[in-house]
């Protein structure tokens, strides 16, 4: 059975930073692609960045490019979503999400496991 738990969300300022994780179980290979997706209050869930597990491809959302990093650490079976320059919009429910996929996914719906979530606040 496959689990993702993420960590790491709170409150911060903003242009400050913030590292979340999602720590993976139960996933048979590295063939999985990692994804990070947001969710706020009254808007749809949306994709932050994906990365291929075996090979570290990442794709990342025009809205978070060059604030934001993906990366994974294979022995922790953990990934990792970089957050830097963090501004009020950013403000959202944070989710990891695991895709049995040869491509990165931006569709929630391709999407085969979720965590539950952590909240991510930026004040002004």
Not at 28 to 41: C, E, H
Not at 92 to 104: F, L, M, N
């Amino acid at each position: 059975q496959v689990h993702l738990v993420e960590s790491g969300g709170g409150l911060v300022q903003a242009g400050g930073s913030l590292r979340l994780s999602c720590a993976a179980s139960g996933l048979t290979s590295y063939k999985y692609i990692m994804g990070w997706f947001r969710q706020a209050p009254g808007k749809e869930r949306e994709f932050v960045a994906g990365l291929r597990w075996s090979g570290g491809t990442t794709y990342y959302a025009d809205s978070v490019k060059g604030r934001f990093a993906i990366s994974r650490d294979n022995a922790k079976n953990t990934a990792y979503l970089q957050m830097n320059s963090l501004q009020p919009e950013d403000t959202a429910v944070y989710y990891c999400a695991a895709a049995d996929r040869v491509y990165i996914p931006t569709r929630g719906s391709e999407y085969d496991y979720w965590g539950q979530g952590t909240q991510v606040t930026v004040s002004s």
